[in-house]
């Protein structure tokens, strides 16, 4: 990949979009992880306003102190972003309190896991409402169209999506040139929704790498029977979120009514 390329490519086409869109800025927000830093260091180079929400909800210690000390470094180097913390917390609690009881508390673990991302989804644009911005989204290839390993209408809700034709190798490649803070980058990639320490592998069960790897061999017109050993197993779990999350991949569906019924 020719990375100050690409990297020059990205920040032209965020400024060309919020020009064109009469759009003041960006707001993000910033998790810790390694999406969220390359992306708010990417609109920042654009010169145009960045705000960048800190938006905890009984949020790991360690992931609070990176999306900090990352918002510090940006604000040493680009004098046009901003910081604003939002801690949700007492507001998922309340919501909790609000919803009515289950037999079974786990059964609703991943319910309330896709909550937090829509909590940070509504507070996003409550900001970019507010001052004119657009909400850049954080996603890469492999998540938005690979495995489809987002939240629908949490951190899948933003207005553009500046590295999302971007494989996870290729983020860190383009954070490595940018300088983010190597605390980030060495950081096992984690979606944060839990309240605990998984990483993104310990729920889907294969690497990025692996994963790359994966959606390549699917582009190939692969199929299982292809493979043995741990190359079957990760392109079996490939396959299977691929498949089970196509309606995060695709319009939403409509229903067309026929002329001689309207």
């Given at each position: 990949m020719q990375t100050e390329k690409v990297i020059i490519h990205i920040v032209q086409w965020l400024k060309d979009y919020a020009t064109n869109a009469k759009m003041k800025g960006f707001v993000i927000g910033v998790s810790g992880g390694i999406d969220s830093a390359v992306t708010s260091t990417l609109c920042a180079k654009t010169g145009l306003d960045v705000l960048c929400l800190e938006m905890p909800i009984h949020q790991s210690s360690k992931q609070v102190s990176r999306a900090n000390n990352h918002i510090d470094w940006l604000q040493e180097h680009y004098s046009n972003v901003q910081r604003q913390p939002v801690n949700l917390t007492l507001v998922f609690d309340s919501l909790i309190k609000a919803l009515p009881d289950v037999a079974d508390e786990e059964s609703r673990?991943?319910?309330l896991a896709n909550t937090r991302a829509r909590l940070r989804m509504t507070t996003l644009?409550?900001?970019?409402?507010?001052?004119g911005y657009l909400v850049a989204g954080t996603g890469n290839k492999v998540e938005d169209f690979g495995v489809g390993f987002y939240t629908k209408y949490g951190d899948g809700g933003v207005d553009l999506s500046?590295?999302?034709?971007?494989?996870?190798?290729?983020?860190?490649?383009?954070?490595?040139?940018?300088?983010?803070?190597?605390?980030?980058?060495q950081a096992a990639p984690t979606d944060g929704l839990w309240g605990d320490n998984r990483t993104d592998e310990d729920q889907i069960g294969a690497?990025?790498?692996?994963?790359?790897?994966?959606?390549?061999m699917d582009?190939?017109?692969?199929?299982?029977?292809?493979?043995?050993?741990?190359?079957?197993?990760?392109?079996?779990?490939?396959?299977?979120?691929?498949?089970?999350?196509?309606?995060?991949m695709k319009p939403i569906p409509v229903c067309d009514i026929p002329e001689m019924l309207k």
């Open positions: 673990f991943m319910s644009y409550y900001f970019a409402a507010l001052k500046p590295i999302a034709d971007l494989l996870k190798t290729e983020v860190y490649e383009i954070a490595n040139y940018l300088g983010v803070n190597e605390e980030i980058i690497s990025y790498p692996e994963l790359e790897w994966a959606m390549k582009d190939e017109g692969k199929v299982v029977t292809d493979f043995s050993g741990r190359e079957k197993e990760v392109f079996t779990i490939f396959k299977k979120l691929n498949s089970a999350n196509q309606h995060k």
